[in-house]
């Protein structure tokens, strides 16, 4: 079992920059992938980004490529999502997820566990 609790939300203007963190509990995280999902209003949840179990690869939606990163600490079970240049099309609920393996054919790409989400908004 593992809990995944997101933080680091907030509003910022169109441009700026914010760091999500989700802190993972469990004794398996480091075996885990790691992804970013959000939820704008009135869509359905996407994809954002997410990371293997080493860190050693990464996989981003288009839209994010060159403006986010993704990053994991195993020691501190955390991962990170820095997030530059945003936009306010980037707005939504983000939502940490864990899972044996990425496999993105499957609607969750493969993550199994959630976190409850925290809220970003981007103001024009």
């Known amino acids: 079992q593992v809990q995944l609790v997101e933080s680091g939300g907030g509003l910022v203007q169109a441009g700026g920059s914010l760091r999500l963190s989700c802190a993972a509990s469990?004794?398996?995280?480091?075996?885990?992938?790691m992804g970013w999902f959000r939820h704008a209003p009135g869509k359905e949840r996407k994809f954002v980004v997410a990371?293997?179990?080493?860190?050693?690869?990464?996989y981003y939606e288009d839209s994010v490529k060159g403006r986010f990163t993704i990053s994991r600490d195993i020691a501190k079970n955390t991962v990170y999502l820095q997030m530059n240049s945003l936009k306010p099309e980037d707005t939504a609920v983000y939502y940490c997820?864990?899972?044996?393996?990425?496999?993105?054919?499957?609607?969750?790409?493969?993550?199994?566990?959630w976190g409850k989400g925290i809220l970003v908004t981007v103001s024009s």
């Open positions: 469990g004794r398996t995280f480091s075996s885990y992938a």
């Open positions: 990371i293997n179990w080493s860190g050693g690869s990464t």
């Open positions: 997820g864990a899972g044996s393996s990425y496999y993105p054919l499957s609607p969750s790409y493969g993550m199994t566990y």
